[in-house]
């Protein structure tokens, strides 16, 4: 079963701000962000650790609650550049599980 | 430092014939992962390698699909005999180990008529 994320899809304008969801029904050891342009492969954003943690990518920021088991990742006064598919995935085991991916299409 | 290699980047071929990818890791990393990725879908693990051992090929569907990594190097995927459900974009990713991050290559993308 792989992670639930949310909104499917997102459009914004350049400036403004998103959050992205991802919700798993399993305990995790760690959540994965990755970022897809189209026709390209997926690029790593960061991985955030249980116990809370937050960590930063440009204006990307990401927080983990594995309490909830819920990573969100929030894209701060968008650029154009920010546009893609954002991939969650979610570490029990060795093995990671990708979300369904949100699109992110920023305009200008 | 060279990034993940793939070949070959496109391919089209008729359904019950037979395909091969490639896949050339970055150097060092013992671990070595083969998704499947639809299209408007996230990828899905397919295989995953450490060195040339096998860690898990759960949802690798076995009657038709095959993957090596011989040398615990380069890998290869084969699917034979292709079903029109195989089209996708085959992603080739290693790591440095399980819990690393990982790294993608640019992709196979695969049509079946």
């Known amino acids: 079963q792989q992670p639930v994320q949310s909104p499917q899809a997102v459009i914004l304008r350049e400036g403004e701000d998103a959050v992205i969801n991802c919700s798993s029904s399993k305990a995790l050891y760690s959540v994965h962000w990755y970022r897809q342009k189209h026709g390209e492969a997926p690029v790593f954003l960061m991985i955030l650790l249980k116990g809370g943690e937050q960590k930063g990518h440009e204006k990307i920021s990401a927080s983990f609650n594995e309490k909830k088991q819920q990573s969100s990742l929030y894209l701060t006064a968008s650029q154009l550049s920010y546009s893609g598919t954002y991939f969650c995935g979610e570490r029990a085991g060795n093995k990671l599980t990708f979300g369904g991916g949100t699109r992110v299409l920023v305009k200008p | 430092e060279a990034g993940v290699a793939q070949s070959p980047r496109y391919k089209i071929i008729e359904k019950r014939q037979s395909v091969a990818f490639w896949c050339n890791p970055i150097?060092?990393?013992?671990?070595l992962y083969w998704y499947q990725q639809i299209l408007g879908q996230g990828p899905k693990l397919l295989i995953q390698?450490?060195?040339?051992?096998?860690?898990?090929d759960s949802q690798l569907p076995k009657d038709r699909f095959s993957a090596e990594r011989l040398k615990g190097v380069d890998s290869t995927l084969k699917i034979q005999p292709a079903k029109l459900e195989d089209s996708a974009v085959y992603l080739c990713?290693?790591?440095?180990?399980?819990?690393?991050?990982?790294?993608f290559g640019p992709g196979t993308r695969l049509l079946v008529l």
């Open positions: 990713a290693s790591s440095l180990g399980y819990e690393e991050t990982q790294y």
């Open positions: 390698f450490q060195n040339n051992g096998v860690v898990d």
């Open positions: 150097s060092g990393h013992a671990t």
